[in-house]
Every structure is written in structure tokens, then in C-alpha cells.
């Protein structure tokens, strides 16, 4: 494939900078080393959407920090009949180079550094080591700003880099590659068909597949900038500049990678139409639900940087419209809290939807995103929690929470290392509706070494929630105090004593459920389950 343009390639040593070196905008600093994971993948590899939910974790977990790029190479990626074929010459040299061959799909490298006497390592491995590269310092840093032009279909790309220690032996070179997200096709285990999403795609280089030579020594930059013709399509797959993304890398003898950096182009003369698609959010809504709001998140499909949004927020039937305020690059995605107004029907789950009307002022077409939740259970003013920790708590931040999603009390931090049960007491107020929040920032959930686990109880010992398995990013348990609600005297028509208190199941006062099941105590010792009907 065509390679880019080397159009200047400047290089000046520390004493001879002076006035000149206001013009860098690379750090001079310091800093930790970012990393990149290289992932060998295929449409035929069943597992591989477990890598690629793994490589998304990691991104996220490290925003800014960590880097991948999905090389489509060797058998698992050989297309059958009319199958796309997603290989790259590129990605076949790479794939020679690390030995691919021999490692068991899905396999990557990060930052192409052995372990255990391999470049390639399998899925379990690649946020344990990207962890530990990252907390080593670089030395080598790199700035990287790259513009595609819609009218001429150029991507230029510039790079500086500052070297702030001595690096090591060997050849060094700066390799530029960029890769294309939101590809459509055929892959084994996606549980979609040929309609599955492939994520960072290894499309091209923009320098030479091994890189341009750099004259590396401790104070020393280097500038480069290249001028690239995007393709209308890499194979079988449109191209679309909207989706892709440039990565810049210093490699030593072709591997041992010092640094990486990289992002989305910026836009010029490239789609100027306000769009925008809804994603829902890291902890998807589940059975009850008491925030003021909704987090989701909002996908920029223009070249228009966002600064507000609008929507249509409908709440058991009642629609208020809602504007925020947000800051989403081009053709990004961020979060956005969209207020709303609970209630609840009166029976069964209460419907929601949340509707995207409108762009930076610009009405735009509507995107939807909707479901159901039940109101929170009940408890009075003293709630326990039993909290059990995995053998990563770092991980995880437990957090009580009022309906505003202000934190009220924070429990932990506590140890690493080890699995543990702590229980944990708080006081709340009569009338309000709170949340416990137990989320992971690695969105891989409370399972190493042991599972996690949350159970929430009010002050008489009622249980109220409990989640004996965390995954993802964390779960969520919503209760309103309400002391006339959870234990009442039996009616004189049911069949229990004088002197024992039942309760529904979720909380409910007799009054107020004229039917259902109520569990029925005598002091602290569970008697039965009985099916009250009002008389």
C-alpha cells in the first residue's frame, strides 16, 4: 500500500535549542510509559470477542494511557466463499515477526515485550502486564496531531518526540500506522451474524511497516510530518474517515516499544451535519432504579464539537424535555446526565425512554434508548452493608449515594491481596431514596481470587438487596426510607399470634399491599411465608 510522504524530518540537540524550543509542544517531563496492545485476531476465532471486550476494558480502564490496534492475520482470519477478508500485508509481516503461528487465538503483545520467554501471550495476561509497563517511565516522549482534509482526502500527520533518558541499544524508528473502528462483518462467537462491530483495525502504515530511523540520544528531539491519501477502501472494507484513528510508536530492533501515542484526526472540509447515536451506560439500569437522571452516553457522528444536547425524556408516560451541556470532540464519544422526573406506575415496571432531539441547537433525527425499572425497596433510617471484597479492592469504590448522585459516605479503601467481609452502618433520613454503588474501573468485575459480593439489610435485620456475583463495572442497590413501611402488626384476620410482625417482600406496609406474599417473624426466628388476601 501507498506509504506517506516524508515532508521534513528536523532534528536538534538540547544545547542548541534556546528560543527554537518554545515551538515543541512535546513534554520535556518525564513521564510513564503508555502502552500498546497488538492483537492477533480473525473472523473465524471463537473466542476472540472475549480478547476484544478484554481490549475494551483496558482502553477505558487506562483512557489515554493505553493504545490497540486488532491485526487480522494467519489461519483464523482466511476468509470461506464470499467471507471479507480483513488481512493486511502489514498485518502478515507482524504476524511472521511475532509468531503468531504458534500462539493459541486470541494472543497479543504489549508494547511487543516477552514474558515467560514470549512475545505473544494469551487474553488473561494483557491488562496484568499493560498495568506493570505502565508504571515505568518512558524514555522517549511523543506528541502527535494529525488532520484529514475532506476535500483533498489527505491525512497529515506530525510528530515530535524528546528524549529524557539515555534509551537503550539498537536501532531506533518511529513507525505511524492508522486504524478504523465500527467495521461491520462475519466473526465466530459474536452472536450477531455478519452485523458484528470490529474495533481498531489494522488498515495501513503511514511510514514504512518498520519505521523511519531516528538519531536517539538523552535530550535529543526529533520532528517528523507525513502527507497520506486515504483510501476510499482497505479489501473489501469502506473506508470512512470518521472512524479512524492514528497511533505513533518508537520501537527499538523493530520491537521493545518505549513509547506510544496517538488519537482521532482532526476534521476539516468533513461532514459538517449535527448527528449523534445513544449508548447506554457501563451499569445498565436494573430492576429498581432511584437517580434523578440517567447516564448515558452520546456518540458524535459530526465534525461539529458538541457543547449541548437535547432530549426527550418520557417517565410513565409523562414527557419533559430536557438541554445539557457537554464537551464531545469530533466524531467522539462522552457521557452525558440527563435530569429527569421519577414515577412510578402502579403496577408492574415503569416504562422510560430517553429520545435525542437536538444538537448544539440544531434539531437532528431521533436516536432512542428505553427500558423499564421498578421503584426502590424499602427500609428505616439504619441500613447495613455486608460487603465482600475480591483480592483486587483497589479496583473498586464503594459508595453511598442520594438520589442526585451526591456521595454520602464512603466506605474502604480496603486491602488488596485478600478476600474479605467487612460490614459497614449508616443513618439516613426519613423520605429520601439512596443508592449503595459498588463499581469496578476495570469493568472486569469482583472475581479474582474470590467473588465479591454486596448484601444490604436495614436496621431489624430486613433484607432489602443482594448481589452474591459482581461483574462488569459494578452493580447498584436503591432504597427509600420509609419508617412506616417493613414491618407491620398482622390484621386480626390473618392466621398468625398477637405478637408476630410481618412484612412484604419488597417493604410494603399490609395497607398498602392488599395481596401478596408476607413473611411472617416471631422475635428474630423466621416462622413462614403466607399469601395474605384483604378481607
Not at 379 to 394: E, H, K, M, Y
Request: charged share 20%; proline share 4%; aromatic share 10%.
Amino acid at each position: 500500500m501507498r506509504k506517506g510522504l516524508l515532508l521534513l524530518t528536523s532534528v536538534c540537540m538540547t544545547p542548541l535549542v534556546s528560543l527554537a524550543q518554545t515551538d515543541y509542544q512535546v513534554s520535556t517531563e518525564v513521564q510513564k510509559k503508555k502502552v500498546l496492545l497488538e492483537e492477533f485476531t480473525g473472523i473465524h476465532c471463537g473466542w476472540c470477542p472475549e480478547g476484544h471486550k478484554i481490549s475494551q476494558r483496558m482502553l477505558k480502564g487506562m483512557a489515554g494511557q493505553a493504545y490497540a490496534i486488532n491485526i487480522h492475520a494467519g489461519s483464523y482470519s482466511e476468509p470461506n466463499g464470499g467471507e471479507p477478508d480483513y488481512r493486511t500485508p502489514e498485518g502478515d509481516s507482524l504476524s511472521v515477526l511475532l509468531n503468531s503461528a504458534e500462539a493459541g487465538y486470541p494472543c497479543g503483545t504489549i508494547n511487543r515485550e516477552a514474558y515467560d520467554g514470549h512475545t505473544l501471550y494469551s487474553r488473561s495476561l494483557w491488562i496484568p502486564l499493560a498495568q506493570y509497563y505502565n508504571e515505568q517511565d518512558a524514555p522517549v516522549n511523543l506528541y502527535v496531531k494529525s488532520v484529514y482534509d475532506g476535500e483533498t482526502g489527505q491525512l497529515t500527520v506530525h510528530v515530535e518526540g524528546y528524549y529524557t533518558a539515555q534509551p537503550s541499544a539498537g536501532t531506533h524508528t518511529l513507525n505511524v500506522c492508522w486504524t478504523q473502528s465500527d467495521i461491520l462483518g462475519p466473526q465466530n462467537g459474536g452472536g450477531v451474524g455478519d452485523a458484528y462491530s470490529h474495533q481498531h483495525m489494522l488498515r495501513d502504515y503511514v511510514t514504512p511497516l518498520w519505521g523511519d530511523t531516528l538519531l536517539a540520544a538523552q535530550g535529543q528531539y526529533f520532528v517528523r510530518d507525513y502527507v497520506y491519501t486515504l483510501p476510499q477502501a482497505v479489501g473489501p472494507a469502506a473506508v470512512k474517515p470518521e472512524d479512524i484513528s492514528v497511533i505513533a510508536f518508537v520501537t527499538t530492533d523493530k520491537v521493545g516499544i518505549e513509547n506510544v501515542e496517538g488519537g482521532k484526526p482532526l476534521y476539516t472540509h468533513y461532514n459538517e451535519t449535527p448527528c449523534g447515536e445513544l449508548k447506554g451506560p457501563d451499569m445498565p439500569i436494573g430492576t429498581r432504579y432511584g437517580y434523578n437522571y440517567f447516564d448515558l452516553y452520546l456518540k458524535n457522528k459530526s465534525s461539529q464539537r458538541l457543547t449541548s444536547a437535547t432530549f426527550d425524556v418520557t417517565v410513565d408516560g409523562i414527557t419533559e424535555e430536557q438541554t445539557v451541556s457537554c464537551d464531545i470532540d469530533q466524531f467522539s464519544t462522552g457521557a452525558v446526565r440527563i435530569p429527569a422526573t421519577l414515577r412510578y406506575a402502579a403496577k408492574g415496571k415503569t416504562k422510560y425512554s430517553v429520545v435525542l432531539t437536538g444538537l448544539n441547537g440544531t434539531e437532528v433525527t431521533r436516536d432512542t434508548l428505553s427500558g423499564g425499572f421498578q421503584k426502590p425497596a424499602y427500609t428505616n433510617t439504619t441500613v447495613r452493608f455486608q460487603i465482600t471484597t475480591d483480592t483486587q479492592a483497589s479496583q473498586n469504590q464503594f459508595l453511598l449515594k442520594d438520589a442526585d448522585g451526591n456521595v454520602v459516605k464512603e466506605f474502604g479503601p480496603y486491602a488488596d491481596g485478600k478476600v474479605e467481609t467487612y460490614t459497614e452502618t449508616a443513618t439516613l433520613e426519613e423520605g429520601k431514596t439512596y443508592c449503595m454503588e459498588i463499581t469496578d474501573s476495570w469493568g472486569d468485575g469482583m472475581l479474582s481470587g474470590g467473588k465479591g459480593a454486596l448484601v444490604v439489610r436495614s436496621g431489624n435485620n430486613r433484607l432489602i438487596d443482594q448481589f452474591y456475583t459482581i461483574t462488569g463495572y459494578g452493580v447498584r442497590s436503591f432504597f427509600t426510607v420509609d419508617t412506616a413501611a417493613g414491618i407491620q402488626n398482622l390484621p386480626s384476620h390473618t392466621e398468625a399470634a398477637a405478637d408476630t410482625e410481618c412484612y412484604t417482600i419488597d417493604g410494603r406496609p399490609a395497607t398498602q399491599a392488599p395481596r401478596g406474599l408476607y413473611l411472617v417473624k416471631q422475635g428474630d426466628k423466621t416462622m413462614k411465608i403466607i399469601n395474605h388476601k384483604k378481607q
